[in-house]
């Protein structure tokens, strides 16, 4: 039907005539373009196949992977992107070109979302994977020693199983973006260039290809405010949890989120931008023989003086590789330049720990140094996510994160959590601007459905992201039982928002409150002894469809909770140790064992 103007319009016969034509020449006209556009699509062949599988605890693998396959779209491929536990739904004996992009945590392990595909490449089942070329991306930290090990994994058993690697692997810092997009640009040389035909037609070749380079752009976020542009706020609380005479000092921090383009959800992320300790860039700049006032030039924020570079730029606790190697060869440095051998990482590691870049300058002998290039070998500033501890339903406007400042004695310095004690000692609220952004956390979501029972284990700050959860419960009327598992070092100094807690617990929001304060008896008791003495009513709501979640530590607690639940499952459930781990990765694959650890 072609618009016309209604009979009652404001205009005279002549021209209610002229606009009628005028508005059916441009109907004919967008109907015209839409007939050619869907005969151009119909003259097309199908879709060259392109399969982009991820691992992501905190959502920037994720991220990287969807940006990557809106590009591979754009060059005429078909790209299908999922988590690598989906590795049934990949059908990956069928595919011919696959992506890896993965983050790596703990020693070198998998994200939860990639654990169970990893297991099945690595195990007897995996298929024949002949037919597939492959390109792995890792996402990483220098300063552990298993860096991208999660994608070192990939590759391995990948190409054990006959797959074919396009190009080496690529392993990307903290500081990951410049890295990444060097890697993704050799990736799409190695393969053709569909973007002039869109089809299939061209046939998929190895390595070699003489394709134009094109870097895929790592476009920004459609948020106005994000990692690379986080929102200035303000801090509007910052109360201590503990007890006066606790060993631990750990703030309830409350911050203003008053925009309209910054909203989260119950188990989201809250990433904070912080500044450095004014004493440490001190003790930086007499230990490397500068004023501060010296002028260096930083990418993408230009000259600075190399006080500000220092405070605001750089990361200046954990030194480089390159700092290292430089410091040994300008020094003669009689432990460092034998520690820089591959052979003997291990001990690398071991005389690194405890020490930042102002112990490792002082422990040889006096150079010279120039601010430039001292700034060259730094990394820079790294924005830290807190897991968010409010509902948005609870506290419009505001944002809360429970944050543990970190504070230790070694090599004769008191060493200071860059982020947490800028926010515990220097952020005065109301004053002090806080750079924030949110981190969505798709894989650390409450149920859909309210009625649906939660398990949640979450000892010391990682009660956090469960205080969103119960209020978000509370919040929405779920009607579903609640089971939470809190511990710490001592009830009298250390029960995190305890009035809180045991409101819930009175009032039946709590169907039952599991407590383990591991310093108030001789013998230690943590969460997940709690988790096995109440083995029969945990398999119970486990078997009655619960979500299992835990928060916290990913080297310990998390691995002991872990270790727990498959003693659980196994002994409760009648079990063998292969069924108990079916029965877990089944939990995972439906989204029921969810964990936000670190």
């Not at 005969?39 to 392109?50: F, H, T, V």
């Not at 005389?351 to 422990?363: A, F, M, N, P």
């Not at 001292?374 to 505001?398: D, N, T």
Request: aromatic residues 8%; charged residues 25%.
């Amino acid at each position: 039907m072609l618009p016309i103007l209604p009979e009652n319009a404001p205009f005279s016969p002549e021209q209610r005539a002229w606009l009628n034509g005028f508005l059916a020449g441009i109907f004919n006209d967008r109907l015209a373009e839409a007939g050619a556009s869907a005969a151009a699509r119909a003259s097309e062949g199908p879709k060259a196949p392109l399969l982009v599988l991820f691992g992501s605890q905190t959502g920037t693998a994720e991220g990287l992977a969807k940006k990557l396959a809106k590009e591979a779209e754009r060059r005429g491929y078909a790209p299908r992107v999922m988590p690598w536990n989906d590795y049934a739904k990949a059908e990956l004996a069928q595919q011919s070109i696959l992506v890896v992009i993965t983050s790596t945590w703990g020693d070198g392990d998998a994200p939860d979302n990639a654990a169970a595909g990893l297991a099945w490449l690595s195990s007897e089942q995996a298929a024949d994977l002949s037919r597939l070329q492959y390109a792995v991306l890792g996402l990483g930290d220098r300063n552990y020693s298993e860096f991208c090990g999660a994608a070192k994994k990939f590759d391995v058993q990948l190409s054990a199983r006959g797959a074919k690697r396009l190009v080496p692997t690529g392993e990307c810092d903290v500081d990951y973006e410049y890295t990444a997009q060097e890697w993704i640009a050799r990736f799409w040389e190695s393969l053709p260039n569909l973007e002039s035909t869109g089809s299939a037609k061209a046939a998929v070749r190895g390595p070699g290809a003489p394709q134009p380079a094109e870097v895929v752009s790592l476009e920004k976020p459609t948020a106005s405010y994000h990692r690379q542009n986080p929102f200035p706020t303000r801090l509007k609380t910052n109360r201590r949890l503990n007890h006066p005479d606790s060993t631990k000092d750990t703030r309830h921090l409350e911050i203003l989120l008053n925009h309209p383009d910054l909203t989260y959800e119950a188990g989201d992320a809250l990433g904070v931008t912080p500044s450095n300790c004014p004493v440490l860039v001190e003790e930086f700049l007499a230990a490397a023989g500068l004023l501060g006032d010296e002028t260096v030039e930083i990418s993408g924020i230009g000259s600075v003086s190399l006080h500000d570079a220092l405070l605001r730029w750089l990361n200046i606790t954990q030194p480089t590789r390159e700092l290292l190697e430089h410091v040994a060869k300008r020094t003669n440095h009689p432990v460092l330049e034998g520690l820089l051998q591959p052979e003997r990482k291990r001990e690398l590691d071991s005389w690194l720990y405890g020490r930042d870049i102002v112990d490792v300058l002082r422990s040889g002998p006096k150079a010279s140094w120039q601010a430039q290039e001292l700034v060259g070998w730094l990394r820079r500033m790294q924005a830290r996510l807190y897991s968010i501890s409010s509902s948005p339903k609870a506290h419009p406007g505001e944002v809360h994160v429970t944050v543990g400042a970190v504070r230790y004695d070694a090599h004769g310095r008191t060493k200071k959590g860059v982020a947490s004690c800028w926010l515990a000692d220097r952020v005065v609220p109301g004053q002090t601007e806080v750079p924030v952004f949110i981190q969505t956390s798709h894989g650390f979501r409450l149920p859909s459905q309210g009625a649906t029972p939660v398990i949640m284990v979450g000892p010391g700050t990682g009660i956090a992201p469960f205080r969103s959860f119960l209020e978000e419960r509370v919040a929405t009327g779920a009607s579903g039982r609640n089971w939470l598992f809190f511990g710490d070092q001592r009830r009298s100094h250390d029960f995190l928002y305890e009035d809180q807690i045991l409101n819930w617990q009175n009032s039946g929001v709590l169907s039952r409150l599991d407590l383990a304060f591991s310093r108030d008896q001789a013998e230690k008791v943590y969460v997940q002894h709690r988790m096995i003495e109440g083995a029969a009513e945990l398999w119970r709501w486990l078997e009655e469809g619960a979500h299992f979640y835990v928060c916290g530590d990913a080297k310990r607690m998390a691995k002991d909770v872990d270790e727990a639940l498959h003693r659980v499952v196994q002994q409760m459930g009648g079990k063998t140790e292969d069924g108990a781990r079916e029965y877990v990765a089944g939990m995972k694959s439906a989204k029921r064992y969810q964990r936000d650890v670190y």
